[in-house]
């Protein structure tokens, strides 16, 4: 069974900056084109930012020159940087492939901002 683990989530106020960490046991990880989504109440949950095996990277509008997606290949691990953070980047945030995504999803870790 693959595992996604994400953490780093939490509270922080508004303008403040979160890094995200998402662990994955797929072995062929260094292969695999990877993304954020994230969830928020009463929503669906929606694509946050990509990043391809040789990194390349795009993002959402609403979170564009605030986030920055990384991947380190050696620790089988994707990051997802936020800075300015904003009321409604409140969400479960998650790491899965992409742009073919498993029927299976970790736990996400939630960020709460508060303005």
């Known amino acids: 069974q693959v595992q996604l683990v994400e953490s780093g989530g939490g509270l922080v106020q508004a303008g403040g900056s979160r890094r995200l960490s998402c662990a994955t046991s797929?072995?062929?990880?260094?292969?695999?084109?990877m993304a954020w989504y994230r969830q928020a109440p009463g929503k669906q949950r929606e694509l946050v930012a990509t990043?391809?095996?040789?990194?390349?990277?795009n993002y959402a509008d609403s979170v564009k020159g605030r986030f920055t997606i990384s991947r380190d290949n050696a620790k089988n691990t994707v990051y997802l940087q936020m800075n300015s953070l904003k009321a409604e980047d409140t969400a479960v945030y998650y790491c899965?492939?992409?742009?073919?995504?498993?029927?299976?999803w970790g736990q996400g870790t939630q960020v709460t901002v508060s303005s």
């Open positions: 990043i391809t095996s040789g990194g390349s990277t």
């Open positions: 797929r072995s062929i990880f260094r292969l695999l084109a």
């Open positions: 899965n492939e992409w742009p073919r995504v498993p029927n299976y």
